[in-house]
Every structure is written in C-alpha cells, then in structure tokens.
C-alpha cells in the first residue's frame, strides 16, 4: 500500500522566482491538504482540496495557490519566492473533507530559497 | 482562535527513564487530538488519535491520555530510537473542512 509521496525531495530557488510542489495521496484517500514547516516550529495549515475544490485556507497569502486533479494528487504553487517561504513543505492526505480521521504525511519537499 | 501549546521544548532523558509530555489546547469544539512523531528531515508520522476525555491509547513503549484541556504522552522505560520530536495537534473542522494545528513540538532525547 503505498503511502503519500511528494517531490522533488529537496529544491533551490532564487528569490522572485515560481516553484511547483507535487503530492499523490495515499491510496483510498481524497482530501490532500498542504502545511508549511518553519526550521524548529510545528507545521502551519496553507490549504485543503477536496473534489478538485480548495476548501479551507490558512492564513498564507495568494501567492500561493495549488491544484488538485482527478486522480486527487495536488500541486503547491508558491509565486514571487521570499527568503522567509524557505521550509519544508509537507503533503497530509485522508478520506474526506471533514468528520474524524487521521491525517497521514508524506516526506515532505525541502525548499530552500537564496 | 484555536491554539496548541507543547511543553517542554526539549527534554534529554537517560535510557529506561519514564517520564511525560505535555500538549494544552483551546479548540472551538474538539473533534480530535493527534499525536505525531518526526524525525530530523522527515513528515510526521501518526501516532495516536484521540476523541473525547478519559480516552487511552497505547502503543509499545507510548501512551497518551486526554482531558478537556489537555493531553499527555507518557513514555515508559524509552530507548534511544525514540528519540525524535513529538507533534501535538487538534482537529478543527471550520466550514466543512479539517485542518490540523499543530503545537510546536517537543524534542525528547534519550541517551544510552
């Protein structure tokens, strides 16, 4: 049974620049939701997408957006990249948008801005 | 606003030293408290889920209890592959749609 996978693993970009992030759910699973991990802090809630739908959104601003597909993998696209969006960024995916499951992680994609 | 509060930041324990971590929260409704474990460079991995006060859940050498305003994960006896930091997080469910806040983690060190 495969688990969430992201890539690529890791990721330098210059500041300014665009970058794409790529996450495939665990199998059976339908909601992926995307958080933000700063070096030394819990991870912060960017977004969920639910049937192709964003559904919930934290407090990150529109320069970051995402996408999901049919297949219900997603893509986190972050635009106009600040020193400050260096962190790792971590995929979660679970069955359905709301009601009680667990959340499970992929490996996470480490985006290091210079 | 739902916030999440781990404490210690980090503890350095000996190997076979029981102790506990703390996770205090205030959440607009609690729908479930998740209990994560992540090592250095990795996503977290699931735990325990959590539901309602008075619940226990167990696992090896882990266990974690919940009340109305906080959880523990007591560990016994630890070894040092449990070393890592353990992620504290409550369910919110707003409009429909979940998301997880997270606490801040404690780092649990265990020396040989």
């Known amino acids: 049974d495969a688990g969430v996978t992201q890539s690529p693993t890791h990721l330098i970009k210059t500041r300014g620049q665009q970058v794409t992030l790529r996450c495939s759910p665990k199998s059976g699973h339908d909601t992926v939701s995307w958080y933000q991990q700063a070096l030394g802090q819990g991870p912060q809630f960017i977004f969920q997408y639910y049937e192709e739908e964003e559904r919930q959104r934290g407090n990150f601003p529109d320069r970051f957006s995402g996408h999901q597909f049919p297949n219900y993998s997603s893509e986190l696209n972050v635009n106009a990249l600040l020193l400050g969006d260096s962190a790792l960024y971590l995929c979660?995916?679970?069955?359905?948008?709301?009601?009680?499951?667990?959340?499970?992680f992929g490996p996470g994609t480490r985006l290091t801005v210079t | 606003e739902d916030q999440v509060t781990q404490s210690p930041e980090a503890l350095r324990l000996q190997e076979g030293e029981s102790s506990s971590l703390n996770c205090s929260y205030t959440?607009?409704?609690?729908?479930?408290l998740f209990w994560y474990r992540q090592d250095p460079g990795k996503g977290p991995e699931f735990l325990f889920t959590?539901?309602?006060a008075g619940e226990e859940k167990e696992k090896e050498r882990l266990k974690a209890t919940l009340t109305k305003k906080e959880s523990f994960l007591h560990i016994t006896a630890p070894k040092p592959e449990d070393s890592a930091t353990y992620l504290c997080a409550v369910q919110a469910v707003i409009q429909g749609a979940q998301k997880l806040v997270f606490g801040q983690g404690t780092r649990l060190t265990i020396n040989p």
């Open positions: 959440v607009s409704g609690l729908r479930g």
């Open positions: 979660a995916s679970s069955l359905g948008a709301g009601g009680r499951y667990e959340q499970y």
């Open positions: 959590l539901y309602s």
